[in-house]
């Protein structure tokens, strides 16, 4: 088939045919979404064998509601990867959105996932890491975020907004805030080169001077981790520059022990729940939620505005976010102080 077009978000796909557009496919690896039923209603996915190589993986979830991860270049019987609608329930789901209703009465919104959804989530998955590490949060010892972006962005936000206020409390400064784009799924090469990119950038933001005690730390937001090698080139990074660091997620996946992972990473992970790997968080690959996408190659993601799954403007979903954040700041403000007496 060769190299497909660069696919427009804002242009449906051929309606009059039945095979879901390969350039979707394509589109929606680069964000590390998996597919789900709503992609493929009235369609099916057919990739040919001369593509494996191209795509390289498939993230789907599937009938059981289990998240998959197809390795194409593992497939060498010479034949075509078909998916179709049932594998994924979609015939189920088409049923819903001509009635209306979902399989408990209620109306299927099809708004959903909604900025209030996904900010009340984070807020509840914020608790726990809340919990255990109001000591450092107390001293004012995280002086620098770093956002792993895309779907970290909301993650970030909040928790500017709830440390900036804790420190406006103490008499405290301001954090730093950055965001960088994760490494998910870059070869030994890239990451190497990613690697030394981001230990310059780093470095031009003279963080050592801003981390003075021995207790000053930065610390990485981040929406999920499952295997923690989005995050390598981040961490190495860091430790080339001597700089400590804690990493706080959302959620993390069962798949890699916790004590494997920050022996990896190099530091103390913070999670607010772990979860079965098919469980990820409104946020997790959703461009409406976070304003912007990545190459994984690159040190910055990138801002758009787009339609989502469900027909909703990103501009319009990541600007009621952020009105969101203040009040969601002040709910872990409450939420600190009770767990601090």
């Known amino acids: 088939?060769?190299?497909?077009?660069?696919?427009?978000?804002?242009?449906?796909?051929?309606?009059?045919?039945?095979?879901?557009?390969?350039?979707?496919?394509?589109?929606?690896q680069e964000l590390g979404r998996p597919i789900v039923a709503a992609d493929l209603i009235g369609k099916t996915i057919v990739i040919d064998p001369s593509q494996f190589e191209e795509i390289v993986y498939l993230d789907i979830i599937d009938s059981e509601g289990e998240f998959v991860t197809i390795d194409l270049t593992s497939n060498i019987s010479g034949l075509p990867l078909i998916i179709?609608?049932?594998?994924?329930?979609?015939?189920?789901?088409?049923e819903q959105s001509q009635s209306g209703s979902s399989e408990y009465g209620e109306p299927l919104d099809r708004s959903l996932p909604t900025a209030e959804v996904a900010i009340?989530?984070?807020?509840?998955?914020?608790?726990?890491?809340?919990?255990?590490?109001?000591?450092?949060?107390?001293?004012?010892?995280?002086?620098?975020?770093?956002?792993?972006?895309a779907s970290g962005r909301l993650s970030t936000l909040?928790?500017?907004?709830?440390?900036?206020?804790?420190?406006?409390?103490?008499?405290?400064?301001?954090?730093?805030?950055?965001?960088?784009?994760?490494?998910?799924?870059?070869?030994?090469e890239e990451r190497q080169e990613k690697i030394k990119d981001l230990t310059e950038y780093l470095k031009s933001l003279n963080l050592e001077s801003k981390l003075e005690n021995k207790n000053d730390t930065v610390l990485?937001?981040?929406?999920?981790?499952?295997?923690?090698?989005?995050?390598?080139?981040?961490?190495?990074?860091?430790?080339?520059?001597?700089?400590?660091?804690?990493?706080?997620?959302?959620?993390?996946?069962?798949?890699?022990?916790q004590y494997m992972l920050e022996a990896?990473?190099?530091?103390?992970?913070?999670?607010?729940?772990?979860?079965?790997?098919?469980?990820?968080?409104?946020?997790?690959?959703?461009?409406?939620?976070?304003?912007?996408?990545?190459?994984?190659?690159?040190?910055?993601?990138?801002?758009?505005?787009?339609?989502?799954?469900?027909g909703v403007s990103s501009h319009d979903v990541l600007s009621e976010s952020r009105k969101l954040v203040p009040a969601a700041g002040q709910k872990l403000v409450d939420y600190y102080h009770s767990v601090k007496k």
């Open 158 to 188: 909040l928790w500017r907004d709830f440390l900036n206020r804790i420190n406006s409390e103490n008499d405290g400064e301001p954090v730093d805030t950055y965001f960088l784009a994760g490494s998910r799924f870059i070869d030994f």
């Open 220 to 257: 990485i937001t981040t929406d999920t981790i499952q295997t923690g090698q989005s995050l390598v080139p981040l961490t190495q990074a860091l430790g080339n520059l001597g700089i400590k660091y804690e990493i706080m997620t959302n959620v993390l996946f069962e798949e890699t022990p």
């Open 120 to 149: 009340n989530e984070l807020v509840s998955l914020s608790l726990n890491p809340v919990s255990e590490m109001k000591d450092k949060i107390s001293r004012g010892d995280y002086k620098c975020l770093i956002g792993d972006d």
């Open 84 to 94: 179709n609608p049932e594998d994924l329930f979609v015939r189920k789901l088409a």
């Open 1 to 28: 088939m060769g190299n497909p077009e660069k696919f427009n978000p804002e242009q449906e796909t051929n309606s009059d045919n039945n095979i879901l557009d390969l350039n979707y496919v394509y589109y929606l």
């Open 264 to 310: 990896n990473l190099g530091c103390k992970i913070h999670y607010g729940e772990l979860r079965n790997n098919d469980i990820a968080p409104k946020t997790y690959g959703d461009m409406t939620i976070s304003g912007v996408t990545k190459d994984s190659k690159d040190l910055f993601a990138r801002r758009i505005n787009i339609k989502g799954l469900y």
